[in-house]
């Protein structure tokens, strides 16, 4: 059966669809990707500087959803779910683009919470690396928000959603207040918690593994890497990043305050590098209702 998820967040919005087996023996073999999709929706530009989202974002955001729908049935997508997440919660008119999103596609549309958010991810996180034993900070760098999660031993101890995001920080909505916010609450983290190992998430960390002197051995990037690639892509036009590192017009803006985010985690984490297994919450979501089936069908 195909099941599938639609993750809206406020930089890219994305339609994964996977295929699931429950009766495949091999564990690993039972999920396989079968189709993804990104769109540089950039929810977050419009609501980070006005507050809601505008009538030409919410045109674009009505026929993606649209397209998503035919995908789905192209697929024969059996379950969904679709997920909305920063730029959703703070519009004004949010709601109201859900409730026509329904009639016009019949899709429910949920805005889930930060702490909803950190969750799927680390249920998904712990289940696919080694971070059963010992402290785990896995950081997830969105458009509008920060999700910080503290793994202990496995078990999901702390998380916090702060309000800091590349297009928050690019729209000049990040007050010093926030930026403090997040200083005490990573490095309260670290004084009550020993040698924890940063783990990250969203588009902008796994870039900069992709283009860093990283070691692909252990998947992770040093934080000596990090201000390496903040010093060469900081002072460059949005031009010449695209045409240094090839990167799209909606990456070459916001990899830097993103990298400078992943900096300052490191430094208040007292961690030396960040872990990139290439997770995302479109992932965590598909993967969850794979999790369902399977339950289901151990009932029958």
Known sequence: MNLASIDIGSNGARLLIKSFNRYCAVPEKRIKKVMFVRIPLRLGKD?????KV??????????????FKQFMKLYRVERYRACATSAMRDATNGKAIMKKIRHATGIELEIIKGSEEAQLLCNNLIEKTDSNRGNFAYIDVGGGSTEVSLIHDGVLAESHSFNIGTLRLLSGK???????????GLSDYASKYSDIKIIGSGG?????????????????ISLA??????????????????????????RADVIVPAAS???????????????????SLADSIVD???????????RD
């Open 47 to 51: 609501v980070f500087a006005a507050g």
């Open 54 to 67: 505008s009538g030409e974002r919410e045109y674009m955001l009505m026929h993606m959803m649209k397209g």
């Open 174 to 184: 990040v007050t010093e207040e926030e930026k403090e916010d997040l200083k005490r």
């Open 204 to 220: 902008n960390i796994n870039k900069l593994y992709k283009i860093g002197q990283t070691d692909k051995k252990t998947q992770e």
């Open 225 to 250: 890497e990090l201000k390496r690639l903040y010093g060469i892509l900081e002072p460059m036009t949005i031009e010449e990043r695209i045409a240094t590192f090839n990167l799209k017009d909606d």
């Open 261 to 279: 985010i992943f900096i300052h985690a490191c430094e208040y984490l007292k961690a030396n590098a960040v872990r990139v297994p290439n997770i």
């Open 288 to 298: 969850g209702l794979c999790k369902e089936e399977l339950k289901n069908g151990s």
